[in-house]
């Protein structure tokens, strides 16, 4: 829910990353034991949400300027142990290519306020909620990535988190089901191409 922590990152941080990904991507296999693992994180997830919903909203609506500054800050605080994590096998010369492709994505993006949501909490669409849950899962697996500063540059930050704070639960549903689609989806990938 705070924009530029990572979910992923913070995974890594904490060494789990690779045990959550598995868990998800395979959770067929040992099912019972991965779900001893996952259902504690998703309690947790669930409570930071809820917990911290309020707040984050309190903080963006009285200092956002200043917000907005401390969660860059944390996200580029998380990058030296992403990179650290994905070093452990050694650094190969192409390495920077993705880098490079990525930021003059998201640099071009900012441009681009063409495709920035501007109908409050009212307009929000079922596959536009459904696309957000799955920008919020994307994420969530992808360490380094915080899908809080991908939906506030789509403006669709501000209409979800009133979503959680009013605790519109029917609403809230596709973004469940595009989050979770999301994961499970491509769990197995980014497992594999974190590895």
């Known amino acids: ?3 530029g922590v990572s979910g992923g990152a913070i995974a890594v941080i904490f060494g789990l990353y690779d045990q959550i990904t598995d868990a998800v991507a395979n959770f067929y296999k040992d099912f019972w034991n991965k779900m001893r693992f996952l259902i504690p994180l998703g309690i947790g997830a669930a409570a930071g949400i809820l917990l911290f919903g309020h707040l984050i909203k309190f903080l963006f609506d009285n200092y956002n300027i ?5 969660f860059i800050g944390l996200m580029v605080g998380t990058l030296p142990s992403v990179f650290r994590s994905a070093n452990k096998q050694g650094f190969r010369r192409w390495y920077p290519i993705p880098l490079v492709l990525a930021a003059a994505l998201t640099i071009s993006l900012a441009f681009l306020e063409t495709l920035s949501y501007s109908g409050g909490e009212t307009g929000l669409s079922f596959p536009l909620l459904l696309l957000s849950g799955a920008v919020i899962g994307f994420g969530t697996i ?3 990535v915080s899908s809080s500063f991908i939906l506030i540059a789509a403006g669709l930050y501000d209409p979800l988190l009133a979503l959680l704070t009013d605790m519109d639960i029917v609403r809230l ?3 469940a089901l595009g989050f979770g689609a999301f994961v499970l989806l491509f769990a197995k990938l980014v497992n594999w191409l974190y590895r």
Do not use: D, N, R, T
């Open 1 to 3: 829910i705070a924009p």
């Open 66 to 70: 200043q917000v907005c500054c401390l």
């Open 142 to 144: 992808v360490p380094g």
């Open 173 to 175: 549903l596709p973004v």
